[in-house]
Antibody, heavy 126, light 112 residues
Framework: QITLKESGPTLVKPTQTLTLTCTFS??????????VGWIRQPPGKALEWLAL???????RYSPSLKSRLTITKDTSKNQVVLTMTNMDPVDTATYYC??????????????????WGQGTMVTVSS | QSVLTQPPSVSAAPGQKVTISCSGS????????VSWYQQLPGTAPKLLIY???KRPSGIPDRFSGSKSGTSATLGITGLQTGDEADYYC?????????????FGGGTKLTVL
Protein backbone atom coordinates (compact mmCIF):
# COMPACT_ATOMS: atom_id res chain seq x y z
CA GLN A 1 0.00 0.00 0.00
CA ILE A 2 1.44 3.33 -1.09
CA THR A 3 1.12 6.31 1.24
CA LEU A 4 2.61 9.80 1.19
CA LYS A 5 2.56 12.54 3.81
CA GLU A 6 3.66 16.13 3.58
CA SER A 7 5.26 18.04 6.43
CA GLY A 8 6.64 21.52 6.93
CA PRO A 9 5.81 24.95 8.32
CA THR A 10 2.24 26.20 8.25
CA LEU A 11 3.31 29.85 8.24
CA VAL A 12 6.20 31.54 6.48
CA LYS A 13 7.06 35.20 6.09
CA PRO A 14 7.40 36.96 2.74
CA THR A 15 10.88 36.55 1.18
CA GLN A 16 11.61 33.47 3.31
CA THR A 17 12.42 30.04 1.87
CA LEU A 18 9.86 27.26 2.26
CA THR A 19 11.07 23.70 2.82
CA LEU A 20 8.55 20.87 2.55
CA THR A 21 9.20 17.18 3.10
CA CYS A 22 7.26 14.31 1.58
CA THR A 23 7.68 11.04 3.47
CA PHE A 24 6.40 8.00 1.65
CA SER A 25 6.04 4.25 2.04
CA UNK A 26 5.05 1.33 -0.14
CA UNK A 27 7.55 2.02 -2.92
CA UNK A 28 11.18 2.96 -3.41
CA UNK A 29 12.57 5.93 -5.32
CA UNK A 30 15.51 3.77 -6.28
CA UNK A 31 13.26 1.53 -8.40
CA UNK A 32 13.40 2.18 -12.12
CA UNK A 33 10.42 4.12 -13.44
CA UNK A 34 9.35 5.70 -10.16
CA UNK A 35 8.63 9.41 -9.80
CA VAL A 36 7.29 11.70 -7.07
CA GLY A 37 5.79 15.10 -7.72
CA TRP A 38 4.65 18.21 -5.91
CA ILE A 39 1.40 20.00 -6.73
CA ARG A 40 -0.16 22.99 -5.01
CA GLN A 41 -3.64 24.50 -4.81
CA PRO A 42 -4.34 28.08 -3.62
CA PRO A 43 -7.60 28.40 -1.69
CA GLY A 44 -10.55 28.13 -4.07
CA LYS A 45 -8.30 27.77 -7.11
CA ALA A 46 -7.05 25.07 -9.46
CA LEU A 47 -4.26 22.56 -9.13
CA GLU A 48 -0.80 23.70 -10.19
CA TRP A 49 2.07 21.26 -10.80
CA LEU A 50 5.39 22.34 -9.30
CA ALA A 51 8.09 19.71 -9.69
CA LEU A 52 8.93 16.05 -10.27
CA UNK A 53 11.88 13.91 -9.31
CA UNK A 54 12.65 10.43 -10.69
CA UNK A 55 14.49 7.29 -9.58
CA UNK A 56 17.51 8.29 -11.68
CA UNK A 57 17.61 11.80 -10.07
CA UNK A 58 16.22 13.38 -13.22
CA UNK A 59 14.14 16.45 -12.33
CA ARG A 60 11.44 18.54 -13.95
CA TYR A 61 10.18 21.93 -12.83
CA SER A 62 7.22 24.14 -13.65
CA PRO A 63 8.57 26.64 -16.19
CA SER A 64 6.94 29.57 -14.39
CA LEU A 65 8.50 28.68 -11.01
CA LYS A 66 11.71 26.97 -12.07
CA SER A 67 14.02 29.71 -10.77
CA ARG A 68 12.57 29.39 -7.25
CA LEU A 69 12.25 25.60 -6.90
CA THR A 70 14.62 22.81 -5.93
CA ILE A 71 13.54 19.17 -5.55
CA THR A 72 15.76 16.52 -3.99
CA LYS A 73 15.40 12.96 -2.74
CA ASP A 74 16.79 10.91 0.10
CA THR A 75 16.27 7.32 -0.95
CA SER A 76 17.45 5.88 2.37
CA LYS A 77 14.82 7.90 4.26
CA ASN A 78 12.06 7.52 1.65
CA GLN A 79 11.74 11.28 1.45
CA VAL A 80 11.44 13.96 -1.20
CA VAL A 81 12.17 17.57 -0.28
CA LEU A 82 10.91 20.66 -2.09
CA THR A 83 12.34 24.09 -1.44
CA MET A 84 10.78 27.29 -2.74
CA THR A 85 12.64 30.55 -2.33
CA ASN A 86 11.42 34.12 -1.99
CA MET A 87 7.94 33.22 -0.76
CA ASP A 88 5.10 35.67 -1.43
CA PRO A 89 1.51 35.84 -0.17
CA VAL A 90 0.35 34.54 -3.58
CA ASP A 91 2.16 31.29 -2.73
CA THR A 92 -0.36 30.64 0.03
CA ALA A 93 -1.77 27.22 -0.85
CA THR A 94 -2.19 23.61 0.08
CA TYR A 95 0.87 21.71 -1.07
CA TYR A 96 0.53 18.06 -2.07
CA CYS A 97 3.06 15.40 -2.91
CA UNK A 98 1.99 12.49 -5.08
CA UNK A 99 3.23 9.25 -6.64
CA UNK A 100 3.45 9.53 -10.41
CA UNK A 101 2.42 7.11 -13.14
CA UNK A 102 5.57 7.29 -15.25
CA UNK A 103 6.47 5.96 -18.67
CA UNK A 104 9.97 5.64 -20.00
CA UNK A 105 10.08 5.55 -23.79
CA UNK A 106 13.30 7.32 -24.59
CA UNK A 107 11.96 10.25 -22.60
CA UNK A 108 10.43 10.16 -19.13
CA UNK A 109 6.78 11.19 -18.98
CA UNK A 110 4.50 11.39 -15.96
CA UNK A 111 0.93 11.90 -17.10
CA UNK A 112 -0.95 11.08 -13.92
CA UNK A 113 -0.62 10.95 -10.15
CA UNK A 114 -2.28 7.91 -8.68
CA UNK A 115 -1.69 8.33 -4.95
CA TRP A 116 -1.73 11.71 -3.20
CA GLY A 117 -0.77 12.84 0.26
CA GLN A 118 -3.30 14.61 2.45
CA GLY A 119 -1.74 17.97 1.73
CA THR A 120 -0.27 20.64 3.98
CA MET A 121 -1.57 24.21 4.09
CA VAL A 122 1.10 26.90 3.91
CA THR A 123 0.24 30.53 4.60
CA VAL A 124 2.59 33.31 3.59
CA SER A 125 2.10 36.36 5.77
CA SER A 126 4.13 38.81 7.79
CA GLN B 1 -4.82 30.80 -16.73
CA SER B 2 -4.62 27.00 -16.98
CA VAL B 3 -3.06 25.29 -20.00
CA LEU B 4 -6.04 22.95 -20.33
CA THR B 5 -9.54 24.41 -20.67
CA GLN B 6 -12.51 23.05 -18.73
CA PRO B 7 -16.00 24.50 -18.23
CA PRO B 8 -16.22 26.15 -14.80
CA SER B 9 -19.35 24.27 -13.85
CA VAL B 10 -21.81 21.59 -14.95
CA SER B 11 -24.98 20.33 -13.33
CA ALA B 12 -27.44 17.50 -13.71
CA ALA B 13 -30.09 15.68 -11.73
CA PRO B 14 -29.50 12.50 -9.72
CA GLY B 15 -29.50 9.44 -11.92
CA GLN B 16 -28.68 11.42 -15.04
CA LYS B 17 -25.47 11.52 -17.08
CA VAL B 18 -23.02 14.39 -17.33
CA THR B 19 -19.91 15.02 -19.40
CA ILE B 20 -16.99 17.32 -18.66
CA SER B 21 -14.74 18.48 -21.46
CA CYS B 22 -11.04 19.26 -21.41
CA SER B 23 -9.41 21.06 -24.31
CA GLY B 24 -5.70 21.33 -25.00
CA SER B 25 -3.23 21.33 -27.86
CA UNK B 26 -1.00 19.05 -29.86
CA UNK B 27 1.84 19.43 -27.37
CA UNK B 28 -0.21 18.09 -24.48
CA UNK B 29 -3.50 16.21 -24.98
CA UNK B 30 -2.81 15.63 -28.67
CA UNK B 31 0.26 13.50 -27.98
CA UNK B 32 -0.03 12.28 -24.40
CA UNK B 33 -2.39 10.39 -22.13
CA VAL B 34 -5.07 12.26 -20.19
CA SER B 35 -5.98 11.72 -16.56
CA TRP B 36 -8.98 12.87 -14.51
CA TYR B 37 -9.25 13.63 -10.81
CA GLN B 38 -12.12 14.06 -8.38
CA GLN B 39 -11.68 16.43 -5.47
CA LEU B 40 -14.35 16.31 -2.79
CA PRO B 41 -14.57 19.38 -0.54
CA GLY B 42 -11.65 19.59 1.86
CA THR B 43 -9.88 16.51 0.54
CA ALA B 44 -6.95 15.68 -1.71
CA PRO B 45 -7.57 14.93 -5.39
CA LYS B 46 -8.32 11.31 -6.23
CA LEU B 47 -7.38 9.68 -9.53
CA LEU B 48 -10.48 8.62 -11.48
CA ILE B 49 -9.13 7.95 -14.97
CA TYR B 50 -5.62 7.49 -16.36
CA UNK B 51 -4.25 6.76 -19.82
CA UNK B 52 -7.38 8.37 -21.33
CA UNK B 53 -9.87 5.68 -20.32
CA LYS B 54 -8.47 3.34 -17.65
CA ARG B 55 -9.95 3.24 -14.16
CA PRO B 56 -7.83 2.51 -11.08
CA SER B 57 -8.98 -0.30 -8.87
CA GLY B 58 -12.04 0.71 -6.87
CA ILE B 59 -13.33 3.35 -9.27
CA PRO B 60 -16.85 2.39 -10.41
CA ASP B 61 -17.59 1.99 -14.10
CA ARG B 62 -20.02 4.93 -13.85
CA PHE B 63 -16.90 6.98 -14.55
CA SER B 64 -15.45 6.85 -18.07
CA GLY B 65 -12.92 8.74 -20.11
CA SER B 66 -12.28 9.33 -23.78
CA LYS B 67 -9.96 11.35 -25.98
CA SER B 68 -10.18 12.64 -29.51
CA GLY B 69 -7.50 14.79 -31.04
CA THR B 70 -6.66 17.60 -28.64
CA SER B 71 -9.73 17.18 -26.41
CA ALA B 72 -10.80 14.74 -23.74
CA THR B 73 -14.06 14.02 -22.00
CA LEU B 74 -15.01 12.63 -18.61
CA GLY B 75 -18.40 10.96 -18.42
CA ILE B 76 -20.34 10.18 -15.26
CA THR B 77 -23.52 8.13 -15.41
CA GLY B 78 -26.08 7.41 -12.71
CA LEU B 79 -25.24 10.65 -10.90
CA GLN B 80 -25.30 10.55 -7.12
CA THR B 81 -25.24 13.41 -4.64
CA GLY B 82 -21.89 12.09 -3.48
CA ASP B 83 -20.47 12.91 -6.92
CA GLU B 84 -20.69 16.63 -6.15
CA ALA B 85 -17.07 17.70 -6.36
CA ASP B 86 -14.49 19.51 -8.41
CA TYR B 87 -13.08 17.57 -11.37
CA TYR B 88 -9.70 18.21 -12.97
CA CYS B 89 -8.09 16.92 -16.13
CA UNK B 90 -4.35 16.55 -16.44
CA UNK B 91 -1.70 15.46 -18.88
CA UNK B 92 1.95 15.87 -19.86
CA UNK B 93 3.02 18.78 -22.00
CA UNK B 94 5.92 17.97 -24.31
CA UNK B 95 6.71 21.55 -25.32
CA UNK B 96 10.46 22.15 -25.42
CA UNK B 97 10.03 25.35 -23.41
CA UNK B 98 7.32 24.12 -21.03
CA UNK B 99 7.77 20.39 -20.49
CA UNK B 100 5.88 19.00 -17.54
CA UNK B 101 2.51 18.21 -16.03
CA UNK B 102 -0.41 20.49 -16.82
CA PHE B 103 -3.88 20.62 -15.31
CA GLY B 104 -7.19 22.11 -16.31
CA GLY B 105 -8.86 24.90 -14.35
CA GLY B 106 -11.34 22.49 -12.80
CA THR B 107 -15.08 21.92 -13.20
CA LYS B 108 -17.52 22.08 -10.32
CA LEU B 109 -20.20 19.41 -10.61
CA THR B 110 -23.52 20.13 -8.97
CA VAL B 111 -26.03 17.32 -8.61
CA LEU B 112 -29.36 19.11 -8.43
Amino acid sequence: QITLKESGPTLVKPTQTLTLTCTFSGFSLSTSGVGVGWIRQPPGKALEWLALIYWNDDKRYSPSLKSRLTITKDTSKNQVVLTMTNMDPVDTATYYCAHGITMVQGVIITDAFDIWGQGTMVTVSS
Amino acid sequence: QSVLTQPPSVSAAPGQKVTISCSGSSSNIGNNYVSWYQQLPGTAPKLLIYENNKRPSGIPDRFSGSKSGTSATLGITGLQTGDEADYYCGTWDSSLSAEGVVFGGGTKLTVL
